[in-house]
């Protein structure tokens, strides 16, 4: 099988999505390198979050891939086309999509965000003092701190540097929130922003709880969804989800767990 860049074929690997990082591979790394050599430079593989991706191996396959024009990294895009596909398919019309696609074209996805933080939202120095002032921000920003930190994956460094990096990280986006609040109040000015995060009162946003959950600040952007055998829905950690049940996928993508029977 191969597949076609830029300017050549080259060999991939079969459609069957190789393990990645296993516990097999914690043991001895060294038979999934062999295969990696084996079966050519491009393979289809699967993390251990059941995602399904493509590793290119080798110089020459991996700088043809990055001049390859068709190619890109643009995961909102591919959110909000998502979204568009699936509310076609479930006949949803009465939801429309609202996404700086609308408002700044197809820029690069990392230039809208600058573009928008910088004309709407609230500088670090601002927010860094709101946090100090504020009790309500404060408790949202040690609530996103502690977000991140859970949900860095393989993060090279000790635990006291990933809480560095996640705290600076929890003002942008803290201050990405504000400013696309202010775009959207802008464009749609009559409109009840609703939120998956609690919000306190008086505030621009209604929060929902969208699933049972043990901590109100889980959400399915941070945790994942364990179906039991009554038909209830619970949000979790995944480690717990993954113990509890196994993963059920969507057309090739991770959806939710599904509770092991009761023995």
Known sequence: MTIRTASQEVPMSPTDPI?????????????LYRRLRATGPVHRVRFPSGVIGWLV????????????HRLGKNHALG???????????????????????????????????SSVSRRYGPTSEQLRAEVRSDE???????????????DTAEFVGS???????????????IGRSR????????????????????????????GIRLLESSDAWMTPWHATVLRRADGASELMRRADAQ????????????????AHAAV
């Open 19 to 31: 393990p990645l990082y296993g516990p097999q591979y914690k043991r001895d790394p060294y038979p």
């Open 57 to 68: 191996t080798g110089y020459r396959a991996a700088h043809e891939a990055l001049n390859d």
């Open 79 to 113: 959110t909000s086309d998502a979204l568009s596909a699936l509310i076609d398919e479930e006949g949803l019309r009465h939801l429309d999509l609202f996404s700086l696609r609308d408002i700044l074209g197809d820029l690069p996805y990392d230039d809208k965000r």
């Open 136 to 150: 309500d921000t404060r408790r949202l920003y040690q609530g996103i701190t502690r977000f991140l930190v859970e």
């Open 159 to 173: 635990r006291s540097a990933l809480q560095r990096e996640c705290r600076q990280r929890a003002y942008g986006v």
């Open 179 to 206: 400013a696309w609040g202010r775009l959207v109040a802008e464009h749609h000015p009559r409109a009840v922003r609703l939120s998956i995060h609690p919000q306190r009162r008086g505030t621009s946003k209604f």
């Open 243 to 258: 113990r509890l049940g196994r993963l059920v996928t969507r057309d090739g993508r991770p959806s939710h767990f599904q």
